[in-house]
């Protein structure tokens, strides 16, 4: 098969969707892997390790969309590159269709077969490619957090971990998946006092026997949410429904429960936003505030940290990415459901339930 990567052009995207090491391993199988020139040097890979792994390099995006048959990104194709996907032509990446409605119809009209790293699911209900990148983001809310807590950036002036005297934030994570579990962790490690909401006991209760003892567990209720929100200083909003929308938690009359100089980080913007409030940002203009609450609402938070964030991510998709290539689209996924999962539309349709529902009517 040949394979392509081209370079990601979403703002301050720094990742790339395929490593020397993972070409070489396409290569070694008789693939053919087209790269775009310098689509790895912000992730610290030069073109030149490419070719040692026997990768071509091609000069432009255009080149590497018309020659391959599976590109491999990170992020969803953006406005510019809608019209260079053709059909019959694999696109496995992160795509989170619900929440973007002109991608969704651009897809469909492309007719080619759209593979989303974000649902594909094993039978346990894991989302293996979604793990590295919500491990990277949840640890990274925190360390966002802390920033703009300080006076200088807007915030309250208040240091997460406190000092002997004077009490630590309160951060209240929403969701306890990968990504809350991490966000927990992190905080609980600065030190500072950590509420993490759930609705589901089972989780709660796995959560209250690992995490420390500055971690407190509580059930998930708009009522506890409002009763929380008064005395917490940073929000981290880490729900996730696959595939789907995210549920809005805090509403915006909810907000000005919060005192000004508060943050909100909001993770699960890429679905949505779990915040009423919430609207994607860039690294570029990552905060506005809202009722003088800071929001932070950057829908690619580990390019951030591209180098850490590659190496997770493709160490998860490799396989899957051999499989397809080694295979075709159809005998890999009927081999293997948890890549089916994956599959969100096909020759213009939508195939996955919860992409379907938000488009109904």
Not at 318 to 335: F, M, N, R, S, T
Request: overall charge negative; some cysteine.
């Amino acid at each position: 098969m040949i394979i392509g990567t081209p370079k990601e052009i979403k703002n301050n995207e720094n990742r790339v969707g395929l490593t020397p090491g993972g070409a070489k391993e396409l290569v070694k199988r008789g693939h053919v892997v087209y790269i775009e020139k310098g689509a790895g040097v912000n992730s610290g890979f030069e073109d030149s390790e490419y070719v040692e792994a026997g990768a071509k390099i091609l000069g432009s995006a255009e080149e590497v969309y018309i020659k391959s048959e599976m590109i491999v990104k990170v992020k969803e194709p953006i406005e510019s590159e809608y019209d260079l996907i053709h059909e019959g032509q694999i696109v496995f990446t992160y795509f989170h269709f619900a929440s973007n409605h002109a991608l969704t119809k651009a897809m469909i009209r492309s007719r080619a077969t759209c593979i989303a790293y974000e649902t594909v699911e094993l039978a346990d209900r894991t989302l293996p490619l979604l793990i590295p990148m919500s491990e990277v983001a949840g640890r990274m809310a925190v360390q966002e957090g802390a920033h703009y807590l300080q006076k200088s950036k807007g915030g309250k002036g208040i240091l997460m971990s406190g000092v002997p005297g004077v009490a630590p934030a309160k951060v209240l994570v929403l969701g306890a998946g990968i990504v809350g579990l991490n966000a927990a962790t992190v905080a609980a490690g600065f030190g500072a006092d950590v509420t993490i909401m759930d609705i589901s006991l089972p989780r709660l209760r796995y959560l209250s026997e690992i995490l420390p003892k500055n971690v407190t567990t509580i059930y998930s209720s708009e009522y506890n949410i409002r009763k929380a929100l008064p005395e917490t200083d940073v929000v981290i909003g880490a729900v996730l429904k696959p595939g789907a929308k995210a549920p809005h938690l805090i509403t915006k009359e909810m907000v000005p429960l919060l005192k000004k100089g508060s943050v909100m980080v909001d993770v699960a913007i890429d679905q949505g936003g779990c915040f009423e409030t919430s609207k994607p940002t860039s690294h570029d203009e990552p905060i506005y505030s809202v009722d003088g609450v800071t929001h932070y609402c950057v829908a690619n938070i580990p390019g951030a940290v591209a180098f850490t964030s590659t190496l997770a991510l493709t160490n998860a998709t490799l396989p899957y990415v051999l499989a397809l290539a080694g295979k075709g689209w159809e005998k890999a996924c009927k081999d293997d459901t948890a890549l089916a999962n994956g599959l969100n539309i096909i020759d213009g349709k939508i195939v996955y339930k919860a992409v379907e529902e938000a488009y109904e009517g």
